[in-house]
């Protein structure tokens, strides 16, 4: 691992083989596939994993259950919208109450 930041930090993402990495680490080329499929697997070895529970976790709480506030488009729920927007005072029904 630390031979290839080395190499990516001297040489740039794309330039760096994995050839080179494995000759910099003193291993094979067969070596560092059997612990690694790619570059991108080097440097984010449990990417897959993180988004696969991420998918999960939002998959388990339902479409009905969000932390989000409904919205109107009154000026008071779209505080992000450009100044030059005019959007209508709050309603009865909006959801800013």
């Known amino acids: 691992m630390d031979a290839a930041v080395e190499l990516f930090d001297r040489n740039g993402y794309e330039p760096t083989t994995i050839a080179g990495i494995a000759a910099a680490a003193e291993i094979g080329t067969r ?5 690694f499929a790619s570059k991108e697997e080097l440097l984010f070895p449990e990417s ?7 998918i999960e976790a ?3 709480r339902g479409a ?4 989000l506030r409904p919205t109107c488009s009154c000026a008071r729920c779209r505080p992000w919208a450009p100044r030059t927007t005019t959007w209508p005072a709050a309603s009865p029904s909006c959801a800013c109450g």
């Open 31 to 35: 070596t560092f596939f059997n612990y």
């Open 58 to 60: 939002i998959a388990a």
């Open 48 to 54: 897959d994993a993180r988004v696969v529970t991420a």
């Open 64 to 67: 009905k259950k969000t932390t």
